[in-house]
C-alpha cells in the first residue's frame, strides 16, 4: 500500500511517499527556518501561510521522486495535531479534499505518534513494548509504546521542551535560530565540565522533566560574566548541553528500568544532537539496552512517519471523517 504522508505542525512543509508503512519511496521536507530565523522563533501567521505557498510544490515534488502520479496513491496520511492550528489546517484540508477527489481513505495522524514511528522506517526496528523518549522543540515525552498506535505517557516536561530550550539559550546568548544544531556544534569546541549548570530530576520516582531552572543559570551566568562572554560561549554551550542530556539519557534508562524492559527509543528534532546520540548508546550498553534512533533527517518534523503510522490505523481499519477537523493540544 502506497501512503502519501503530509505534515504541516510546525514550520516545515513535508510529504513522503511510503509503502507498507516501512519504506520511503520518497521523503521532501522544505523548512522555514529561513522565514522565521530574524525572529529568534517560529512565528505561526507567517507558518500559515508559507505552508499554502509550498504544500501543492512539496507534494508534487514527492510524488515524482517517487515515481507515482497522484491517482496512483492508495491512501493520505495527513498530521491531525498536535500543533499550530492555522500551519495544521493547511495540510489538514489539503488531504481531506485530495482524499475526497480521488476517493480513497485517508487518516489524520498524532504527530507524537509519528516521531515514535520513525524507528519502524530504518533497519533495525525495536520489538514491542519498548520505552521512546521523544525530545522536541514541542514536547519532552517518555511512553512505553506497546504497539504502532498504543502509547502510555510516563512522564513529561512541566515548562520547556528540551529543543525550546536549546533555542532559548542559543537566542539569549545571539548564536542563531534553531539553536540545538548550533549549539550542539559549538559544544565540540567547548569543556564540558568547566561550568556546571544545574541538573534537575524532581525527584527520584518521576519521569517529568523540568528546563526552565537550567535556563535561567545560564542567563544569569552570561550576565555576570558579560565581560569575558565570547571566549566562554563553547563552555557555555557544552555545560548547558551536558547538562540537559544528563537528565534527558538518566530519565530515560530509568524508565526503561522500571518497566523491565531493555530497548529504548530517542525520537524527535533533539534526537539529531551528536553528545545524546553518543550519551545513551553508552549508558544504556552498559546497562545491557539496545538504543533505536533514526537517521539525522527522520529527526526532526517530517511526512515519511506520520505515512508509517497512517498504514498501521489503516490496517486496523480507522479511517478519518470528513467531518474531522485538526487540533492544537496534546490529546
Ligand atoms: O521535531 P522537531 O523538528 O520539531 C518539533 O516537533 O518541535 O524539533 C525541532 C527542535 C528544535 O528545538 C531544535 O533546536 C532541536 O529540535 N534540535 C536540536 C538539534 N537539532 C535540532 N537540539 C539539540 N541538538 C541538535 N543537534
Ligand atoms: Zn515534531
Given at each position: 500500500m502506497n501512503i502519501l504522508g503530509i505534515e504541516t505542525s510546525c514550520d516545515e512543509t513535508a510529504a513522503a511517499v511510503v509503502k507498507d508503512g516501512t519504506s520511503i519511496l520518497a521523503s521532501v521536507v522544505s523548512s522555514q527556518v529561513e522565514v522565521h530565523h530574524r525572529y529568534g522563533g517560529v512565528v505561526p501567521e507567517l507558518a500559515s501561510r508559507k505552508h499554502i505557498e509550498a504544500i501543492i510544490p512539496v507534494v508534487d515534488e514527492a510524488l515524482g521522486k517517487a515515481g507515482l502520479r497522484l491517482t496512483e496513491i492508495d491512501a493520505i496520511a495527513v498530521t491531525q495535531g498536535p500543533g499550530l492550528v492555522g500551519a495544521l489546517l493547511v495540510g489538514f484540508s489539503y488531504a481531506k479534499s485530495s482524499a475526497y477527489a480521488l476517493g480513497i481513505p485517508w487518516i489524520g495522524v498524532n504527530h507524537i505518534e509519528g516521531h515514535i514511528n520513525s524507528v519502524f522506517l530504518e533497519d533495525d526496528p525495536p520489538a514491542f513494548p519498548f520505552v521512546a523518549l521523544l525530545a522536541s522543540g514541542g514536547h519532552t515525552s517518555i511512553y512505553h509504546v506497546t504497539d504502532h498506535?498504543?502509547?502510555?505517557?510516563?512522564?513529561?516536561?512541566?515548562?520547556?521542551?528540551?529543543?525550546?530550550?536549546?533555542?532559548?539559550?542559543?537566542?539569549?546568548?545571539?548564536?542563531?535560530?534553531?539553536?540545538?544544531?548550533?549549539?550542539?556544534?559549538?559544544?565540540?569546541?567547548?569543556?564540558?565540565?568547566?561550568?556546571?549548570?544545574?541538573?534537575?530530576?524532581?525527584?527520584?520516582?518521576?519521569?517529568?522533566?523540568?528546563?526552565?531552572?537550567?535556563?535561567?543559570?545560564?542567563?544569569?551566568?552570561?550576565?555576570?560574566?558579560?565581560?569575558?562572554?565570547?571566549?566562554?560561549?563553547?563552555?557555555?554551550?557544552?555545560?548547558?548541553?551536558?547538562?540537559?542530556?544528563?537528565?534527558?539519557?538518566?530519565?530515560?534508562?530509568?524508565?526503561?528500568?522500571?518497566?523491565?524492559?531493555?530497548?529504548?527509543?530517542?525520537?524527535?528534532?533533539?534526537?539529531?544532537?551528536?553528545?545524546?546520540?553518543?550519551?545513551?548508546?553508552?549508558?544504556?550498553?552498559?546497562?545491557?539496552?539496545?538504543?533505536?534512533?533514526?537517521?539525522?533527517?527522520?529527526?526532526?518534523?517530517?511526512?515519511?512517519?506520520?505515512?508509517?503510522?497512517?498504514?498501521?490505523?489503516?490496517?486496523?481499519?480507522?479511517?478519518?471523517?470528513?467531518?474531522?477537523?485538526?487540533?492544537?493540544?496534546?490529546?
Open positions: 498506535i498504543t502509547l502510555e505517557l510516563m512522564g513529561q516536561t512541566r515548562d520547556d521542551a528540551a529543543g525550546e530550550a536549546f533555542d532559548k539559550v542559543a537566542k539569549m546568548l545571539d548564536l542563531g535560530y534553531p539553536g540545538g544544531g548550533i549549539i550542539d556544534r559549538l559544544s565540540n569546541q567547548g569543556d564540558p565540565t568547566r561550568i556546571k549548570f544545574p541538573r534537575s530530576y524532581l525527584g527520584k520516582t518521576s519521569f517529568d522533566f523540568s528546563f526552565s531552572g537550567i535556563k535561567t543559570a545560564v542567563n544569569r551566568y552570561a550576565t555576570t560574566h558579560r565581560n569575558q562572554i565570547q571566549e566562554q560561549i563553547p563552555d557555555i554551550a557544552a555545560g548547558f548541553q551536558e547538562a540537559i542530556m544528563d537528565v534527558l539519557t538518566h530519565k530515560v534508562i530509568h524508565a526503561a528500568a522500571v518497566k523491565g524492559c531493555d530497548r529504548i527509543a530517542l525520537v524527535g528534532g533533539v534526537a539529531a544532537n551528536s553528545r545524546l546520540r553518543e550519551k545513551l548508546r553508552t549508558d544504556a550498553g552498559l546497562r545491557g539496552m539496545s538504543v533505536h534512533i533514526p537517521s539525522i533527517h527522520l529527526c526532526g518534523d517530517n511526512a515519511a512517519m506520520i505515512a508509517a503510522v497512517g498504514y498501521h490505523y489503516l490496517v486496523a481499519g480507522i479511517e478519518a471523517d470528513l467531518g474531522d477537523d485538526a487540533f492544537s493540544k496534546v490529546k
